[in-house]
Structures are given as C-alpha cells and as structure tokens.
C-alpha cells in the first residue's frame, strides 16, 4: 500500500500561485510514477500532470501546460504541483495519484493504483 497526502491548497486571487506538495509513504517512492488529478465543482475528475519516476519524463494537461509544474524529490518522497497565473477554471480538489506503471503516460491516460484525499484550491476572480 502506497499512502498519500496532500498539502497547500487553499484561497489565492486569480493571477496567484500555489504549490501542492504530496508526502508518500508505504512502499519505495521511486519505484512509482507520480502524478496530479483534479476534480473542479459539478465536474468529472480529469489529469492534470504526471512526471516518471526519474523525473526525466513529465506530461500535462493542455489546459495547465506552461503554466503548471509538477516536480518530485526521491529523497524526500514527495511529488510537487507548482501552480502559477492561476484562473478560476483552476478551482477544483487536487488530488496526488501513483501508479506502479513503468510508463508515465500510462497515467495519463488514466491508470492510478493510488490516490490521496485531495486538497482543496479556490481562485477567485
């Protein structure tokens, strides 16, 4: 079992920036590809980022893309989602996933074995 924890969301106005962080514990961190999904209000959960397992691979949503950065620390197993020029359309649950997937894009196109609780992030206008 892979446990997940998400960390630093919350209320930021729109042209702000946040950073999620996602603490794992249970099995070896490097061994999973890691990744972000999110789930905006009255909506179906959808991909956000997703970066391999030795950070030399990462894919985004088109939607985020060159404006968020997903980043990972094997040291400190923990996966990072660097959010910046937020909108309000960002306003959704984040969610961390892991996937013991050799293939990163296996994650985006939807295989997650775990996932954490979410953290919430509201953009306002």
């Known amino acids: 079992q892979v446990q997940l924890v998400e960390s630093g969301g919350g209320l930021v106005q729109a042209g702000g920036s946040l950073r999620l962080s996602c603490a794992a514990s249970?099995?070896?961190?490097?061994?999973?590809?890691m990744g972000w999904f999110r789930q905006p209000p009255g909506k179906e959960r959808e991909f956000v980022a997703v970066?391999?397992?030795?950070?030399?691979?990462?894919y985004y949503a088109d939607s985020v893309k060159g404006r968020f950065t997903i980043s990972r620390d094997n040291a400190e197993n923990t996966v990072y989602l660097q959010m910046n020029s937020l909108k309000p359309d960002d306003t959704a649950v984040y969610y961390c996933?892991?996937?013991?997937?050799?293939?990163?894009?296996?994650?985006?196109?939807?295989?997650?074995?775990?996932w954490g609780k979410g953290s919430s992030v509201t953009v306002s206008s």
């Open positions: 996933t892991a996937s013991g997937s050799p293939a990163a894009i296996s994650m985006k196109l939807g295989r997650v074995d775990y």
């Open positions: 970066i391999s397992r030795s950070s030399g691979i990462t």
């Open positions: 249970g099995r070896t961190f490097s061994n999973f590809v």
